[in-house]
């Protein structure tokens, strides 16, 4: 069993990312056992800070290190990634030398109600991945837009093309990590 971190990119109460989140976790093989890991709370980084690190970047760096691989889920805030992931990202990966990301296979998903489906938050953030050094699965490519269609009431996903992309999404995904998270270190 693999254990995944979810990483989700926006905070909004009835976020569509947050509910592909769930969706994609409800829809995931038994080889994977996800959870969400909450990036809101996380003091912005500041380097000063690292003398006496705020208990929440020290909570967050300790999770990372428990999971064997990271799945993210983005809206494009400005064509590129919420300033939420990044601060996550710059957290996790300090101090020098002391990358929690490091060796992590990573998917990422992007949701939007646009039509072109977050496209460019979700390639932003792959090139932060590279500096992170963490193997990111390439196929399939997840740009979910329109995404204000696709849930019901309950907010469980109701498209049915959108639930066997997600299907087949996440048994990539799992192989992915099984191929890839020897690399962790
Ligand atoms: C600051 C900001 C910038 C945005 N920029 C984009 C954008 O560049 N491309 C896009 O497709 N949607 C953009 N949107 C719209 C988001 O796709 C939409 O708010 C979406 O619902 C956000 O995801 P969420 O539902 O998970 O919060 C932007 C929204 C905000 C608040």
Sequence with gaps: ????????GSLRKGSFNRKMAKALMA????????????????????????????????????????FDGVLFVTPEYNRSVPSVIKN??????????????????AGIVSVSIGAIGGFGANHHLRQ???????????????????AESLFDENGELASASVKQFATKY??????WVELTAPYKK
């Excluded at 996800?34 to 690292?50: A, C, T, W």
């Excluded at 996440?170 to 192989?175: P, S």
């Design 1 to 8: 069993m693999k254990k995944i971190s979810v990483i989700v």
């Design 27 to 66: 829809l995931a093989p038994d080889s994977l056992s996800l959870e969400i890991i909450e990036i809101g709370k996380i003091p912005f980084y500041n380097q000063d800070l690292e003398d006496n690190p705020p208990q929440a970047w020290t909570e967050f760096r300790e999770h990372l290190k428990e």
């Design 88 to 105: 996550a990202f710059d957290v996790g990966s300090r101090p020098y030398a002391k990358n929690m990301w490091e060796g992590k296979p």
């Design 128 to 146: 932060a991945l590279v500096c992170l050094d963490m193997p990111t699965m390439q196929q399939p490519e997840a740009y979910i837009g329109n």
């Design 170 to 175: 996440m048994l990539a995904f799992a192989a």
